[in-house]
């Protein structure tokens, strides 16, 4: 089983013996009917980050091929205004990615630029950023000292929401794009784009129905809810996009522009919403919470095989040890992103 | 009419069709419920659905923001429990009807999962479908 690209985990943990691979399922019922039990994520040790105060942990997080953690903490009333932070627990350092980093006069910082979305690929992080001028764009910084690289520029009137990278380079953003209404307004269109290795969008994809939740019935705003609740990852050659409604529904993109079907996964009960993804080229691993409106407290990780029809395994953690997934392995090992003394912690958890 | 539940609190409130009426809502907040259900930009939203707050073991930093078609909604508390679940909440861009998008946060402490508004409207994006509000200031 190929890495999950997103993880390979610290270093100095030993990790225990493989795990048979997971599956996907095209099935929209409950996991729980085929799969097996809930294994138990066991408690391991912890870093502390003394220079990152403790704070509630905004979706996504992601992790690099060393097992440093990048998140964001959640900012009220601002959210995506959030800087984005990197936890290397090999050097128990800290990074912090933000606009003022930024030395490019041709993006626009002012009035606000925020950050809506970011993935981490091949040493560099990308932002997806938008500022209340009704520019967007594409920034690229340094995975290892956070300094700025990069901009592209995105076409006028589309919002980036979404985006992965692919090993190649290439980038996969999901958005909307407005077209003009006869009443002065603007409707909305999901659109996603391919961005190759370049800067340049080589494809509009027929994608982004993926986030939609009623097709040409959508109105806007659950388009935008659906979009911006949505998960994408990219893996190998492939970006994985999943959307968490009623059923959870998994579309892959090829680094080529190539679009699969959509399938339906088998989650862990209708009550169930996806908000965590990990992929690699052969599976990918969906964190589940249940009752995310009323409750929010108990989470599941299930592991998917991309080739098969089941999913393998569902690990459930321990009640000491949680928090926000940042890695996880692909066999037994993860790391989350949690709170201890006042400070921010990665805490190693493990199924041995 | 229907009674909403505080979890963990001794709360109640009924929601009628015309609004929200908040009954007795205390949920270790000493902010009246009263103050809760308003939004920056103007006075107290039309909630049409159950609005589920969690123990706050310190006042509210931001009013709620009610949400008639029950999407994104969230409610900001300080102290330990600082999210609600369930929610209602801020709508940063200074509107309070509606939350069209957002993001999952987490506290990694109580490993609570709740969905937080990040918008009401994109920021260059008109849509057009803010529903109408109904509160008054």
């Known amino acids: 089983m190929r890495r999950f690209s997103t993880l390979a985990m610290l270093a100095a943990c030993a990790w225990g013996a493989d795990q048979p691979p997971a599956s996907v399922v095209q099935s929209s019922k409950p996991v729980t009917a085929q799969s097996p039990a809930p294994v138990a994520i066991h408690r391991g040790r912890m870093v502390d980050f003394t220079s990152v105060p403790a704070g509630m942990v905004m979706g996504p997080t992601k992790c690099d091929d060393s097992g440093a953690v990048y998140f964001r903490q959640y900012k009220p009333r601002d959210v995506y205004g959030a800087a984005i932070v990197k936890l290397d627990p090999r050097e128990n350092r800290s990074l912090v990615i933000n606009v003022s980093s930024i030395g490019d006069s041709s993006v626009a910082k002012a009035p606000t630029l925020r950050f809506v979305d970011f993935t981490v690929n091949g040493g560099a992080v990308y932002v997806a950023a938008t500022n209340e001028d009704a520019k967007a764009y594409i920034l690229k910084f340094s995975a290892g000292d956070g300094s700025f690289q990069s901009a592209i520029s995105l076409e006028e009137k589309f919002y980036p929401m979404k985006i992965a990278a692919f090993n190649s380079g290439a980038l996969l953003v999901a958005g909307v794009k407005t077209t003009p209404k006869p009443d002065s307004t603007s409707a909305l269109q999901n659109d996603t784009v391919l961005i190759d290795r370049t800067g340049v969008i080589a494809k509009h994809l027929n994608a982004g129905d993926w986030g939609d939740t009623k097709g040409d019935q959508a109105v806007d705003h659950e388009r935008l809810d659906a979009l911006s609740m949505s998960l994408m990852e990219g893996a190998g050659t492939s970006a994985y996009l999943i959307q968490s409604s009623a059923a959870t529904t998994l579309a892959v993109v090829g680094d080529g522009g190539t679009v699969e079907p959509p399938r339906k996964l088998r989650s862990p009960g209708e009550d169930y919403s996806a908000f965590n993804l990990r992929a690699s080229g052969t599976s990918i691993l969906v964190e589940y919470v249940k009752d995310l409106k009323s409750s929010g407290t108990v989470t599941e990780f299930v592991l998917y095989d991309l080739s098969l029809d089941q999913p393998v395994q569902v690990y459930r953690a321990d009640a000491d040890v949680g928090g926000a997934l940042g890695c996880y392995d692909g066999r037994d090992g993860f790391t989350f992103v949690n709170n201890h003394g006042g400070h921010t912690v990665l805490m190693n958890g493990s199924l041995n | ?137």
């Not at chain 2, 103050?35 to 159950?50: H, I, L, M, N, T």
């Not at chain 2, 509210?60 to 300080?78: F, G, K, Q």
């Not at chain 2, 429990?81 to 509107?95: L, R, W």
């Not at chain 2, 998008?101 to 918008?119: D, I, L, M, W």
């Open chain 2, 1 to 137: 009419m229907k009674p909403m539940i505080v979890a963990g609190a001794v709360a109640a409130a009924m929601l009628t069709s015309g609004g929200l009426i908040a009954q007795g809502l205390n949920v270790g907040c000493p902010y009246p419920i009263s103050s809760q259900y308003e939004c920056y930009d103007a006075g107290p939203p039309v909630c049409q659905r159950k609005i589920v707050l969690r123990n706050c073991s310190g006042p509210l930093t931001s009013p709620l923001c009610c949400d008639p078609e029950d999407t994104i909604m969230e409610a900001v508390c300080c102290g330990e429990e600082t999210y609600s679940a369930g929610v209602a909440g801020p709508c940063p861009d200074g509107g309070g009807a509606k939350c069209t998008y957002g993001a999952t946060v987490v506290n990694p402490e109580s490993g609570k999962v709740v969905r937080a508004c990040a918008g009401a409207q994109l920021p260059h994006l008109k849509t057009g479908n803010v529903p109408e509000r109904k509160g008054t200031s």
